[in-house]
């Protein structure tokens, strides 16, 4: 075998195992594998977990603190045009081979810290244009034999100033190698026309849907309902996600169930956003049984200045924001950003450890999830498709 990793804990299994890696994924998990594999990990009963998957990221505007001083911010009638209006400032320094650089910095980050796939959101519009497209998808190309990353376009101030030309910009990107597309609703005066457009141009391409939705700290139009019932009237169940999601912070209890009940019904995966919002209620739609995840979102620019890359540090913060506080709280939390994550966007080749899987693992330095949470543990090992990529915060390749 190619890799052996030994003496593994694996969550859910009493007993210590090998596990068996071969042409990239896991093909046996035993009490002892025999004869020794080509490398060998001996993971002395610390914990063996899927790799995360970071489900929600912007690496075209990631790393852009240095352009920035959020003291000089000029505020606008809301904190999304706020957002927008200073990204577009920095935005406009960006280059292909700018985009590229910091974006690979991001994907290193990832590795590194036991992230193996993500999901990576590209800013169209008349600013930018197809400069960071261009950018990310160079990204993707230099990363490919260590991440996997998933690029959606959208278009993010949306179609009502020039309808045509935004969409013409749109499938552009499309066309130069997206896996998927976005959309963001409260980008235009009404939210279910851009809703629609999207399921349309989505549907002519055959993509599945990422939406940045309901992300006003108060109540205001509530997009989520109506997206999971395009969702189901187009037929496209467990192929979209909605992101951010806070109206269900700010919703009667009546109209965030429902919100909730459709999104079970309509298998739409909810994204939540730990550094932004500590009011998105995430443990109801966890309850109800729909698909939920956590993500990154933007690093270190204009929309906020904060994080790390990191997937176990974000657990921490959903955690004790949520008052998520049981060990069997806290391993599901694990599970939310790793084999949760990859239900959402769609992996092909299977996450988790299952023989027949892809072999993305992390090698933690603790015997169970909630440990590794509570402790920020270190990531030991990090393996993609069979391959040691990083180890103890080093990338290997």
């Not at 001996?42 to 489900?55: M, R, T, Y």
């Not at 193996?116 to 519009?125: E, P």
Request: one cysteine or more; aromatic letters at 6%.
């Amino acid at each position: 075998m190619d890799l052996v990793i030994r003496n593994a804990t694996i969550a859910g299994v009493a007993r210590l195992k090998d596990i068996g890696i071969e042409s990239g994924s896991i093909v046996k998990i035993s009490d002892r594998i025999e004869p020794r594999g080509h490398e060998e990990i001996n993971a002395e009963g610390n914990l063996v977990a899927p790799g995360f998957i970071d489900v929600h990221m912007h690496l075209d505007k990631a790393l852009t603190l240095d352009r920035y001083d959020w003291a000089t911010r000029e505020i606008m009638a809301t904190p999304r045009l706020t957002s927008v209006n200073e990204s577009n400032k920095v935005k406009r320094t960006f280059t292909v081979e700018d985009v590229c650089e910091r974006a690979t910095r991001i994907a290193e980050m990832c590795i590194v810290n036991g992230t193996t796939t993500l999901r990576s959101h590209v800013d169209i519009d008349p600013v930018v244009g197809l400069i960071g497209m261009r950018g990310v998808l160079a990204a993707k190309e230099a990363c490919k034999d260590w991440i996997d990353i998933q690029i959606s376009p959208y278009a993010i101030s949306g179609f009502d100033d020039a309808p045509e030309d935004a969409e013409k910009l749109l499938r552009q990107a499309l066309d130069m190698g997206a896996d998927l597309m976005g959309g963001v609703p409260e980008a235009d005066k009404d939210g279910n026309s851009h809703v629609d457009r999207v399921f349309a141009i989505a549907k002519e391409y055959n993509f599945d849907i990422d939406f940045h939705t309901d992300q006003a700290q108060f109540e205001t139009p509530f997009a989520l309902p109506y997206i999971a019932e395009k969702t189901i009237v187009e037929g496209w169940q467990g192929r979209v996600m909605a992101s951010h999601c806070f109206g269900l912070a700010h919703h009667k209890p009546e109209i965030r169930q429902k919100a909730v009940d459709l999104c079970r019904e309509a298998d739409v995966s909810i994204c939540c956003t730990p550094f932004t919002t500590v009011n998105e209620r995430v443990i109801e739609p966890v309850e109800a049984g729909v698909n939920v995840s956590y993500m990154s979102d933007n690093i270190r620019d204009t929309w906020q200045p904060y994080g790390n890359a990191d997937m176990l540090q974000l657990a921490l913060f959903v955690a004790r924001l949520g008052r998520w506080r049981s060990n069997e709280d806290l391993d599901h939390l694990l599970e939310m950003g790793s084999t949760g994550a990859a239900k959402a966007i769609g992996i092909k080749g299977g996450h988790g450890l299952v023989v027949g899987n892809n072999a993305d693992l992390v090698v933690f330095e603790a015997k169970s999830g909630h440990e590794a949470i509570i402790t920020q543990a270190q990531k030991l090992w990090v393996v993609k498709r069979g391959r040691v990529v990083a180890q103890q915060g080093e990338l290997l390749v």
